[in-house]
């Protein structure tokens, strides 16, 4: 896709978000002297099929117009600047004459990421992926609770989206990874909304102002509207969510968000994954205590001591490990792609495979009869998670994911049977993390903290 990034007064240039980024690669070493930048020039420039030349140059010669924007200075020849209207310069025409054939890996080379909301069930498995590869040279986590998890490449800092100013722990990253997100408290949707929906939007201005060239965000699943069960749909399906639940509804405003950031500020590659269901052991915990709450014993979750496993229409859903998901958003920051991805593992999660996970009966329940009993449970503040979640999950559309395995080149190594057993066996055990989002500390001596909170009023 071409992208308007540079203008003139009476002209427009046209270059692709790879150029721009090839560009700020090639003019961005200490040694290159300040006025370096790409150099458009043609010995007979006869229109719009004409082929122009270009060339790193350190700075330029008399008579050239100088155009910068986005970190990327141009210098267009004189009998060039008429014809910058039709001037597309994508970055496959002329790598071998600049260079840019070695642009990825002198890119991945020198790569610096910030992730922030770091230290969660997948941000734990994204800065173990962004770690493990070789082109990623430093890892910034922010996090609103530093851990006590030190892996490589990585540095913390506290900070919280929705208050601190986040710009000077952007400048001079090469890529940001967004996936703060507050679950509960549910009981409170004020919170939820200033932390996910105005916290993202200061992200995303901070992204700009910062001149960061790649924003990845977590969007998910839960940002689509209502959709169908036996069909999969495409990146194309409307992302208004599930009104009734603060989760779908702040997906879907930041989607509407990160739309009007993407036309505004062209120049940003911008990926948006949208995964199913993320599980891992280490993160057990953690979900035991979003969404299960105190009272749920540890023991009770194995095979032959859940009685049955609800047979309700609209129970099918998508689901993978946090250790695949973290490899798409690897993907994403190394990779020169943009747009969205559905990302998810097969087969499909339905009421027969939980049943076989869980070695329990399957009983007919009708949808009605299902929302009235988590109704009823978060009412009387049983569980934290509110009816509207489980609705939703009844309501979401299944995700055809050719589009990341096919130009994302994602594959998940994992199925989504075996991420759900991981879970079931993380909660068997009380598995956890030296994070304070995965630890078991967190919830305190006998889960104290938790009942603390009013098991989804506080978060």
């Known amino acids: 896709m ?9 002209t427009r240039l046209t270059l692709t978000a790879d150029a721009v980024a090839a560009i700020r690669y090639l003019t961005s070493e200490p040694e290159i002297p300040p006025d370096t930048g790409l150099r458009i020039a043609s010995a007979s420039v006869d229109g719009p099929a004409a082929s122009p030349e270009l060339s790193i140059s350190g700075g330029p010669l008399p008579h050239d117009e100088v155009v910068e924007a986005g970190g990327v200075r141009v210098y ?33 080379a020198r790569m610096r990421v910030v992730v922030i909301g770091a230290t969660g069930n997948v941000g734990t498995s994204v800065v173990s992926a962004l770690a493990a590869d070789p082109g ?3 890892i910034l986590g922010l996090a609103r609770r530093l851990p006590d998890w030190h892996p490589d490449k ?42 996910n929906a105005l916290g993202s939007l200061r992200v995303f201005d901070a992204v700009a102002r910062s001149q960061v060239p790649v924003l990845v965000y977590a969007s998910s699943v839960g940002a689509y509207s209502p959709g169908p069960k036996d069909t999969p749909v495409t990146e194309d399906w409307p992302t208004h969510g599930w009104p009734m639940a603060a989760y779908g509804r702040e997906k879907a405003y930041v989607e509407r968000a990160l739309d009007v950031f993407e036309r505004d500020h062209p120049a940003v590659r ?20 979003l969404f299960a ?6 023991q009770l979750v194995r095979p032959g001591l859940v009685p049955f496993v609800p047979d309700t229409p609209g129970l099918r859903f998508q689901a993978l490990h946090a ?71 009844l309501h979401l559309p299944i995700m055809d994911t050719t589009r990341a395995r096919t130009e994302l080149g994602w594959a998940p190594a994992h199925t989504a049977v075996e991420a759900i057993q991981e879970l079931l066996e ?33 978060a």
Do not use: C
């Open 293 to 298: 709450g105190p009272f749920l014993p540890h």
């Open 76 to 108: 267009l020849e004189p009998s060039v600047a008429p014809h910058a209207p039709w001037l597309v310069l994508p970055l496959a025409h002329q790598q071998r004459d600049l260079g840019f054939d070695a642009w990825a890996a002198g890119q991945r």
């Open 323 to 393: 250790d695949d998901a973290a490899q798409a958003y690897r993907l994403s920051v190394t990779k020169p792609v943009s747009g969205p991805f559905n990302i998810a593992a097969d087969p499909i999660v339905e009421p027969r495979v939980l049943a076989d996970l869980l070695d329990a009966r399957l009983v007919p329940a009708p949808e009605w009869l299902l929302h009235g009993a988590a109704a009823v449970a978060w009412h009387m503040r049983l569980v934290p998670a509110s009816p509207g979640l489980l609705e939703m999950l």
């Open 426 to 458: 993380g909660t068997r055990a009380a598995a956890d993390m030296d994070t304070p989002p995965l630890s078991s500390r967190t919830s305190g001596p006998g889960r104290v903290r938790e009942f603390l909170t009013g098991v989804g009023q506080r």
């Open 2 to 10: 071409v992208i308007p990034v540079l203008h003139l007064a009476q």
């Open 270 to 289: 911008v990926v948006r994954l949208r995964p199913g269901f993320i599980f891992k052991r280490e993160a057990a915990t953690e979900q035991r205590r």
């Open 154 to 195: 990585t540095a913390w800092q506290m900070l919280d989206v929705a208050t601190d100013d986040l710009a000077p722990h952007l400048r001079g990253a090469d890529a940001v990874v967004h996936l703060a997100w507050l679950f509960q408290p549910t009981r409170n949707p004020r919170t939820t909304w200033r932390a």
């Open 136 to 138: 990623v040279t430093s």
